[in-house]
C-alpha cells in the first residue's frame, strides 16, 4: 500500500493557486465585487486549498456551495442573465 496524497496534494495545490489567481485577477479589474461563489465539482475537491491560500493571502469574501441542486440553479441564471444581456 501507498499514499496517493503526497501526489494529489501536490497537484490539486498547484490547480487551487491557478484558480485563486484568476479569482484575483477577476477581483482586482472588477473592484465592487462583494462575494465570490464557487460552484461544481471541481470547487469541491479545491475547496479545502482554496480557503487554506485564502486565508493565508487576500481573505476575500468567497463562498462554496455544498448542495449540487443549488449549484446547478446558481449556473442556470447565471446562463439567462448571460443570454438575456446578448438579446
Known sequence: RTSVHDITDRILLDLAKKQYRLLRNVWQKNS???????????????????????????????????DEKESIWMMANAYYKLITDFV
Open 32 to 66: 465592487q465585487t462583494e462575494i465570490c461563489y464557487f460552484v461544481g465539482g471541481g470547487a469541491h475537491v479545491l475547496k479545502d486549498y482554496i480557503k487554506t491560500i485564502n486565508n493565508n493571502l487576500d481573505g476575500y469574501n468567497i463562498e462554496f456551495f455544498e
